[in-house]
């Protein structure tokens, strides 16, 4: 993986090289290539007339308590499929692990059977209570469900918002601020959340447009059988998206939340402070 960032790191290089002597000789092609790739992005969401496209999305959970003590992690994965018939998309081979040590490698990975196969139209109807019937009442499926609600997030900061995104400049998602049900696990309030199209690069061999967003600040509540928490959430992240193909060749999401947690038998309540790593990788 290193090796390849590496080479697509020294393939911009050459490109931009390669632009910029010619551009030094003649202003018009530095016109020229402003107007090609950087007065606006493609518009809208990438056909579905080609072939099915996948994705490999990870996701790590490191718990802390409120002094930086390790406390415990937790590792999701799954493999998704967009571009299916009627706008569809599915999951399959969803796994979660954990461990109690900060230098081990996770291991037994369970497969949530429940999710195999799961096929939906993003929309707003997947934070409706019947969309998740069929997963199991525990605290462990908020992670599935999070790899749900984190993919459509990702493509929505994609695609949605292209028409309104000028280079460099700070873009906030009008009409975002106000809280909404999470099917029927909890509560979650943004504060606002902007995005920002910061310039072009080269990913998986596609010159791409670089998206990067961020939300702080945002309140979180989740009640469940055995668990209460409440707290605060801040994520970021940036996508590559492709300029010819408008698909997401690469993304990576940050977030950090800390939370009063209440577990059911335990007499007090605790503090949990939890960073999230993610990435989404095209499935070659």
Known sequence: MMKTRLAEVIGVILIICGMILPLNISGQNLKTF??????????GKPSDADAPQRYRMTAVYVNRDLYGNFTGKTKVSGDYTRGLENGQVKWNNVKIAGSN???ALFSDAVKQEYMENMKYTPSPEMLKEDTFVNFP???ENVFARNLIWDMMAIEGF???YSDSLKLNRNYIIPQIKGE???ADIGKYEHNSIHLCWTGISLMNGELCAVIEYRAIDNKIEIGMDQIKTKGTEQYWGTTWISLKSKLIEHAEMYGGSIQEIEVKGL???FLVKTIRELWVDRIQ
């Open 101 to 103: 040590n900060f230098d």
């Open 180 to 182: 909404f049900e999470m």
């Open 34 to 43: 402003e107007k090609k790739y950087l007065k606006e992005l493609p518009h």
């Open 267 to 269: 007499k007090d309540k």
């Open 158 to 160: 994609a695609w949605d």
């Open 137 to 139: 009442r525990s605290s």
